[in-house]
């Protein structure tokens, strides 16, 4: 009988040193890739820097155009509210010193229309006696 314990034993120190070398290869093949990819990794930091610091600086400048915006926005709010007032003002002035004045005088002018009325009135009353009694015969009641 063959002893089969040493080729056995063999063939498991054949496999053992096979599989070691495919982990051994396996690590270095994943050794190069992690050096590629931190490679990789600084190449696009390194281009991406710049867009960065510049979309860092249009955040700013859209910051100061922003408060500057709301400034001139508050300062024309302002500039109404003046204006709105100022225009009320004027217009109880104009009220006081046009209009007021203005229906007086046209008061004045019914008046002295109205007393003319009267006058021409009377003059025809006066001048035809008989009217009224014509006026008198066409009153139906």
């Known amino acids: 009988m063959t002893d089969w314990n040493p080729l056995f034993l063999g063939i498991i120190a054949v496999a053992t040193l096979v599989m070691a070398l495919i982990q051994i290869g396996a690590i270095v093949f994943a050794a190069r890739i992690g050096a590629q990819v931190q490679q990789l990794a600084s190449v696009v930091q390194r281009d991406i820097q710049p867009l960065i610091a510049r979309a860092n600086a249009i955040a700013e400048e859209a910051s100061k155009t922003a408060s500057i915006a709301t400034a001139q926005a508050q300062k024309i709010d302002r500039l109404v509210t003046d204006l709105t007032r100022r225009v009320d003002e004027t217009s109880l002035v104009i009220q006081e010193a046009v209009i007021r004045p203005a229906?007086?005088?046209?008061?004045?002018?019914?008046?002295?229309?109205?007393?003319l009325s009267a006058l021409r009135s009377f003059r025809e009353l006066r001048g035809r006696p008989g009217r009224v009694e014509d006026e008198d015969a066409l009153f139906i009641g």
């Open 103 to 115: 229906r007086e005088g046209l008061a004045l002018v019914a008046a002295v229309k109205a007393g």
